[in-house]
Structures are given as C-alpha cells and as structure tokens.
C-alpha cells in the first residue's frame, strides 16, 4: 500500500461544502472518489480537531488479541500436522 494520496485545498472545500447539504456520505465519498473516512478527516481538520490518541490499554489488548489468534491459528496447523503423521505412519505398518 502507498502513501495517501495528497488533495489539494480546492478538492477539499468543494467536498466540504458538499457534504454540508447531502443526504448520502457514502454516495458522496463514492461519487468524488475517496474514501467516507476521508471525507470526515477533512471536516475534522476543517474544524481543527486532532484525532483522540488511542490509550495504552486499548494499543496492548489489541497486540495480545493479534498473539492470541496467530497462537490459536499455529496450534490448529501443528495439530493437522501431526495428524498427516500420524496417518502416514498408519499406511507405513499396514503394507
């Protein structure tokens, strides 16, 4: 993935000033070729808001739920392993 793609400040305004009256963000977003989200970025630093920091809790129990699910993920590919072994050494002894 790139990085994102810069818009100038006419692009911005125009698609500002759209939104104000539309009914349909997504239609909108669509319609100028960007994403819904971006549209909103735009409105938040036409506003000149931040985006909120994400807390140090919320980062850690995201890192742990990513270990957790790559863990589960390697114990299921280490269990079908071992049954493909297993199964191989059953056709071994039966010839």
Same mark, same amino acid.
Request: hydrophobic share 40%.
């Given at each position: 993935m790139g990085r994102p793609r810069k818009y100038d400040e006419e692009f911005?305004? !125009?698609a500002l000033e759209r939104m104000k @009256?539309? %009914?349909?963000? !997504? @239609? +909108?977003?669509l319609e100028l070729g960007i994403s819904r989200c971006q549209l909103y970025r735009f409105q938040r630093e036409a506003l000149g808001l931040k985006p909120k920091p994400k807390p140090e809790a919320w980062l850690k129990e995201k890192t742990d739920e990513r270990q957790r699910r790559r863990i589960a993920? +390697?114990? =299921? /590919?280490?269990? =079908?392993q071992? /049954?493909? /072994?297993?199964? %191989?050494? !059953? =056709? +071994?002894?039966r010839v």
């Open positions: 911005r305004q !125009t @009256g539309c %009914q349909d963000v !997504t @239609g +909108l977003a993920e +390697l114990e =299921r /590919l280490m269990a =079908r071992a /049954l493909e /072994l297993d199964f %191989q050494d !059953t =056709r +071994l002894y």
